[in-house]
Nanobody
Framework: QGQLAASGGGAVQAGGSLRLSCAASTETYKRCMGWFRQAPGKEREGVATIITPDGRADYADSVKGRFTISQDNAKTTFYLHMNSLKPEDTAMYYC???????????????????WGQGTRVNVSS
């Protein structure tokens, strides 16, 4: 398990916003960083990924236009800005890293090498 620390989850009403943070160590801040989520009874799914050298991002269709992934390379930290939250966004959110050349959001989850602990997001209607 690498050193990734996710934070920022919480309870919010539908339409609200949250910002998740993932602090990585210099060892685990890799070319590809990503956010994933897992709702009760469902499989873990990719939400957003970013290629850290240049900030290229990819998003799941369900969050496009509402979520933004960003990075602070100096701090080896990346973020997930979540706006217009919906009840269906309720899940445990995880951050992950992999030294891969490319990392579309649909990449096989098993390829992600380092994982942080989850941070829970609960959106009420």
């Amino acid at each position: 398990q690498g050193q990734l620390a996710a934070s920022g989850g919480g309870a919010v009403q539908a339409g609200g916003s949250l910002r998740l943070s993932c602090a990585a160590s210099t060892e685990t801040y890799k070319r590809c960083m990503g956010w994933f989520r897992q709702a009760p009874g469902k499989e873990r799914e990719g939400v957003a990924t970013i290629i850290t050298p240049d900030g290229r991002a990819d998003y799941a269709d369900s969050v496009k236009g509402r979520f933004t992934i960003s990075q602070d390379n100096a701090k080896t930290t990346f973020y997930l800005h979540m706006n217009s939250l919906k009840p269906e966004d309720t899940a445990m959110y995880y951050c992950a890293a992999v030294p891969s050349f490319a990392c579309p959001v649909t990449i096989d989850i098993d390829r992600w090498r380092y994982w942080g602990q989850g941070t829970r997001v609960n959106v009420s209607s």
